[in-house]
């Protein structure tokens, strides 16, 4: 089929009541992509991206790095790792390569099924209209064959019977959250964790659940890790979304997938509303692969946008609970905020928040300049910038961390981790305290 790269969407925006107002219009040609406020959008609701965009009714270019070339707010809702591994597959099948597909092609194929409160007009006609109601345990198991077959030499293009055909588009409907692992945007109700669809019903909730595969780097271990990491983040008080853990069919290899509620779903009884979700990714304009934000940037920014002390030093909480949890895949995507309605900014839950090591034990986000082990006078600094009245107060925040981190192996135990996981990780974890000795003295 002729493939013509769409040129124009409308954005509309999700209330939290569920009413859809219409923020602006992007536009691309040949100079770039560009993007303009609509007057009554601009004068009731503020700024989606205050850092970024202006508050009027100009036309503003898009950067051409680093999202692709749309601007930072929008790029939020593009796919990422497992959401272009999806769309790649659809786009091949209708005969057209990815090359082809523009930043704005793949915004009208997530059209109203992405994170966070935007919505892109009109949807793609490649992207599936399909509402599906699944079985959680087909769905699970389809996903971890899609994701193990692409990591393979198997052909994206290859024809695939009817009933993978069904699930792909649901994994295709279940939206563009980002991260590499196989995962789906589902809506069930709150009793019945075994089955889903890909479209609301009254009373369901809105859940993320991650998927596990043996070619993960804690294989079908990934979901028991962080179902440990987020007890523990929230023992530290760094408030975690909410989450559950799934039985899964014993023929995935794993004893139970991960689902966390999502954050930016507002249920009512008009309708879900949506509250708008914003990364610090787009919102700084931070390359999220490669080590671009550091945790000064992070917390001046916070405080600036949430307009309050308590985020900063929530955020620094966050930060030592990084440092000394060894969650080193720390980017620019894995921190967000939600605007309300009314302008009012909030971090986001602490997600994404698991055991992560890189190989040469950098964090992606920095400490004052330090991908590890940062130097006294360096976190004291941070902690300042935080909000803290005193190192005093830090090092209480601090012990509180890793007080909870040291419940590790008894909740490894309870989850069921295998021996040769827990002894790893717990290894681990008293490197990182023995490597920032100097914060608790």
Same mark, same amino acid.
């Given at each position: 089929?002729?493939?013509?790269?769409?040129?124009?969407?409308?954005?509309?925006?999700?209330?939290?009541?569920?009413?859809?107002?219409?923020?602006?219009?992007?536009?691309?040609?040949?100079? %770039?992509?560009?993007?303009?406020?609509?007057?009554?959008?601009?004068?009731?609701?503020?700024?989606?991206?205050?850092?970024?965009?202006?508050?009027?009714?100009?036309?503003?270019?898009?950067?051409?790095?680093?999202?692709?070339?749309?601007?930072?707010?929008?790029?939020?809702?593009?796919?990422?790792?497992?959401?272009?591994?999806?769309?790649?597959?659809?786009?091949?099948?209708?005969?057209?390569?990815?090359?082809?597909?523009?930043?704005?092609?793949?915004?009208?194929?997530?059209?109203?099924? %992405?994170?966070?409160?935007?919505?892109?007009?009109?949807?793609?006609?490649?992207?599936?209209?399909?509402?599906?109601?699944?079985?959680?345990?087909?769905?699970?198991?389809?996903?971890?064959?899609?994701?193990?077959?692409?990591?393979?030499?198997?052909?994206?293009?290859?024809?695939?019977?009817?009933?993978?055909?069904?699930?792909?588009?649901?994994?295709?409907?279940?939206?563009?959250?980002?991260?590499?692992?196989?995962?789906?945007?589902?809506?069930?109700?709150?009793?019945?964790?075994?089955?889903?669809?890909?479209?609301?019903?009254?009373?369901?909730?809105?859940?993320?659940?991650?998927?596990?595969?043996?070619?993960?780097?804690?294989?079908?271990?990934?979901?028991?890790?962080?179902?440990?990491?987020?007890?523990?983040?929230?023992?530290?008080?760094?408030?975690?979304?909410?989450?559950?853990?799934?039985?899964?069919?014993?023929?995935?290899?794993?004893?139970?997938?991960?689902?966390?509620?999502?954050?930016?779903?507002?249920?009512?009884?008009?309708?879900?509303?949506?509250?708008?979700?914003?990364?610090?990714?787009?919102?700084?304009?931070?390359?999220?692969?490669?080590?671009?934000?550091?945790?000064?940037?992070?917390?001046?920014?916070?405080?600036?946008?949430?307009?309050?002390?308590?985020?900063?030093?929530?955020?620094?909480?966050?930060?030592?609970?990084?440092?000394?949890?060894?969650?080193?895949?720390?980017?620019?995507?894995?921190?967000?905020?939600?605007?309300?309605?009314?302008?009012?900014?909030?971090?986001?839950?602490?997600?994404?928040?698991?055991?992560?090591?890189?190989?040469?034990?950098?964090?992606?986000?920095?400490?004052?300049?330090?991908?590890?082990?940062?130097?006294?006078?360096?976190?004291?600094?941070?902690?300042?910038?935080? %909000?803290?009245?005193?190192?005093?107060?830090?090092?209480?925040?601090?012990?509180?961390?890793?007080?909870?981190?040291?419940?590790?192996?008894?909740?490894?135990?309870?989850?069921?981790?295998?021996?040769?996981?827990?002894?790893?990780?717990?290894?681990?974890?008293?490197?990182?305290?023995?490597?920032?000795?100097?914060?608790?003295?």
């Amino acid at each position: 089929m002729s493939f013509k790269p769409i040129q124009k969407l409308n954005i509309v925006r999700t209330l939290s009541t569920g009413q859809r107002v219409s923020v602006g219009v992007l536009a691309q040609n040949r100079q %770039g992509v560009f993007f303009q406020y609509d007057e009554s959008y601009v004068r009731q609701f503020g700024n989606l991206s205050p850092f970024t965009l202006q508050a009027n009714t100009q036309l503003q270019t898009a950067p051409k790095q680093p999202h692709q070339g749309v601007h930072g707010v929008f790029a939020d809702s593009l796919p990422d790792g497992w959401g272009m591994l999806l769309q790649n597959r659809v786009f091949r099948q209708k005969g057209v390569f990815p090359a082809q597909v523009t930043a704005m092609d793949r915004l009208a194929f997530v059209g109203d099924h %992405g994170m966070g409160c935007l919505s892109f007009l009109p949807v793609s006609e490649f992207s599936s209209e399909l509402c599906s109601e699944f079985d959680l345990a087909t769905l699970g198991l389809e996903a971890q064959t899609l994701f193990d077959q692409s990591l393979s030499d198997y052909k994206e293009h290859d024809d695939l019977d009817d009933h993978t055909q069904q699930v792909l588009a649901a994994l295709v409907a279940g939206g563009s959250s980002g991260g590499a692992r196989p995962k789906a945007q589902i809506y069930m109700q709150a009793c019945d964790a075994k089955h889903c669809r890909t479209f609301a019903q009254p009373g369901d909730e809105a859940w993320l659940v991650k998927f596990t595969s043996k070619n993960l780097a804690l294989g079908h271990e990934e979901g028991l890790c962080e179902a440990v990491y987020l007890q523990m983040a929230s023992q530290a008080k760094c408030q975690p979304p909410i989450w559950q853990l799934i039985e899964a069919p014993e023929s995935s290899g794993a004893k139970a997938w991960l689902a966390l509620k999502r954050f930016d779903y507002v249920p009512n009884k008009q309708g879900a509303g949506r509250l708008h979700l914003h990364s610090a990714c787009g919102l700084l304009d931070a390359d999220f692969r490669s080590p671009s934000l550091d945790y000064v940037e992070l917390i001046k920014a916070s405080r600036q946008l949430c307009k309050s002390p308590a985020v900063g030093q929530l955020q620094f909480r966050r930060a030592i609970f990084n440092l000394l949890a060894a969650n080193q895949d720390d980017h620019s995507k894995n921190w967000a905020f939600l605007q309300a309605d009314d302008d009012q900014w909030q971090p986001a839950p602490f997600y994404d928040v698991t055991y992560s090591p890189h190989p040469f034990n950098e964090h992606a986000t920095a400490f004052g300049g330090y991908g590890k082990a940062p130097p006294l006078k360096v976190m004291q600094k941070l902690a300042a910038s935080a %909000g803290f009245a005193n190192w005093s107060d830090a090092k209480q925040c601090i012990q509180e961390v890793a007080e909870a981190l040291s419940q590790f192996v008894t909740l490894a135990h309870q989850q069921g981790i295998s021996k040769s996981t827990l002894s790893a990780i717990e290894k681990t974890l008293v490197q990182r305290r023995q490597e920032n000795a100097a914060l608790f003295l």
